[in-house]
């Protein structure tokens, strides 16, 4: 089911979302509605919290390979990239952002296992970014300057090659 993406002057982007104790049958039905929201807004990646659901869970689309992640936790960050992230909670901007360039995630997937996900570029920015969701942060709080915010066209070029609207 497509669900309506909370955009960015809503208070509930703010609350920092609470762990999962268990992945049920709930909590897939959940991550197989973000998956279709996301790509539905043809966005790289959303977090529960943007769906105005408190809990930490996000789903992520990066080169065809769909990752489905409970109660992600960052273990691992090294090196460093800059680039332009859109969010599809604040649609039509693009901000320059500094992230690690390759991260280790641990989490728990679709199935309740364990998994450990190693990310590098646009992967380990998407998973930054959402991350960074479930703790109430949007990419508009870690600009490397103000002056970077840029207005796009909501589905320009522009705001495609900004890391695809993450």
Same mark, same amino acid.
């Given at each position: 089911?497509?669900?309506?993406?909370l955009?960015?002057?809503?208070?509930?982007?703010?609350?920092k %979302?609470?762990?999962?104790p268990?992945?049920?049958?709930g909590v897939r039905?959940?991550m197989?509605?973000?998956?279709?929201?996301?790509?539905?807004?043809?966005?790289v990646?959303?977090a529960?919290?943007?769906?105005?659901?408190?809990?930490?869970?996000?789903?992520?689309k990066v080169d065809?390979?769909?990752?489905q992640?409970?109660n992600p936790?960052?273990?691992?960050?090294?090196?460093?990239q800059?680039g332009?992230?859109?969010?599809l909670?604040?649609?039509?901007?693009i901000g320059e952002?500094?992230? %690690?360039?390759?991260?280790?995630v641990k989490a728990?997937n679709r199935?309740g296992?364990?998994v450990?996900i190693?990310g590098?570029?646009l992967?380990a920015r998407?998973?930054?970014h959402?991350?960074?969701?479930?703790?109430?942060?949007?990419?508009?709080?870690?600009l490397?300057?103000?002056d970077t915010l840029?207005?796009?066209?909501v589905?320009s070029?522009?705001?495609e %090659?900004?890391?695809v609207a993450?």
């Open positions: 089911m497509i669900r309506e993406i955009t960015r002057d809503n208070p509930r982007l703010r609350v %979302a609470v762990r999962v268990k992945v049920d049958d039905a959940l197989d509605d973000m998956v279709e929201t996301m790509l539905n807004s043809e966005g990646g959303l529960a919290t943007q769906l105005g659901v408190s809990l930490r869970v996000i789903v992520c065809n390979q769909l990752y992640l409970a936790e960052l273990m691992r960050a090294s090196g460093e800059i332009y992230e859109g969010c909670s604040v649609p039509g901007y952002v500094a992230r %690690a360039e390759k991260v280790v728990l199935h296992k364990e450990r190693k590098e570029d992967l998407a998973l930054q959402e991350i960074d969701h479930l703790d109430g942060i949007l990419f508009v709080d870690k490397t300057s103000i840029k207005e796009v066209e589905g070029e522009e705001e %090659a900004a890391a993450v």
